[in-house]
């Protein structure tokens, strides 16, 4: 069963604290994408990865952390630096990382800061 | 930042009517795809238009683009209940995805 998955997909977090988001692919793609969803924002990149070990920062970065230690894997690290964290997180991959790809999405994680 | 601009922010139709969406964008791009995502979903893709391609055709599915205009229109013809759902657009360049705000479509059975 091929596809991209993310946990959890409900997440509370208390003020100051860090948490990790996980997103694992089995499509072997090449590129992991990590966005947010805000009401009525659309989606904003985070982070994008292109290959193991390599990652570059997207439109929002600012406390936000990513690794790519394999290439199944891009998880996202939110950390309290980030001031307003509620929302819905979207972690995609892509066969090679261009502009034409398609992208496929996980069914997401929503964060919610108590 | 995000490029792609749809218009309108919502519709809602009666099931067998079609719908049209519109995406507005304001620097070169390569392709513009085009993404639906049922409510607290992840997004799936529906069709990808190359900037050297006029129209293109998937099932219901048609659309445009007009590079001198920067826009593109998404048909869906013949609407169903379960088309309802938000449509996003997404330009590509230098290897990233922009996405829009999304278009709100509601199909009435």
């Known amino acids: 069963d091929g596809g991209i998955t993310q946990s959890p997909k409900y997440l509370f977090r208390k003020e100051g604290q860090n948490v990790t988001l996980s997103c694992e692919q089995n499509?072997?793609?090449?590129?992991m994408y990590w966005y947010r969803q805000d009401p009525g924002q659309g989606l904003r990149l985070i982070y994008y990865?292109?290959?193991?070990?390599?990652?570059q920062k997207g439109d929002i970065a600012e406390g936000y952390s990513v690794s790519r230690e394999k290439k199944e894997s891009f998880p996202l690290t939110v950390t309290s630096a980030q001031k307003n964290p509620t929302a819905f997180y979207l972690c995609?991959?892509?066969?090679?990382?261009?502009?034409?790809?398609?992208?496929?999405f996980g069914p997401g994680t929503r964060l919610t800061v108590l | 930042s995000q490029q792609g601009e749809e218009d309108p922010q919502a519709l809602s139709i009666q099931e067998g009517e079609n719908a049209t969406m519109n995406c507005s964008y304001k620097?070169?791009?390569?392709?513009l795809q085009w993404y639906r995502q049922n409510s607290g979903r992840g997004l799936v893709h529906l069709i990808l238009i190359r900037s050297n391609e006029r129209e293109k055709h998937s099932g219901r599915l048609r659309v445009t683009l007009d590079t001198s205009k920067k826009s593109s229109s998404l048909l869906i013809t013949a609407s169903r209940a379960a088309d309802t759902a938000s449509y996003f657009c997404?330009?590509?360049?230098?290897?990233?995805?922009?996405f829009g705000k999304g278009i709100t479509l509601s199909v009435r059975p």
């Open positions: 499509l072997n793609h090449d590129a």
């Open positions: 995609a991959s892509s066969m090679f990382g261009g502009s034409t790809d398609t992208q496929y």
């Open positions: 620097t070169s791009i390569n392709n």
């Open positions: 990865s292109q290959i193991v070990n390599d990652f």
């Open positions: 997404a330009t590509g360049a230098n290897s990233k995805l922009t």
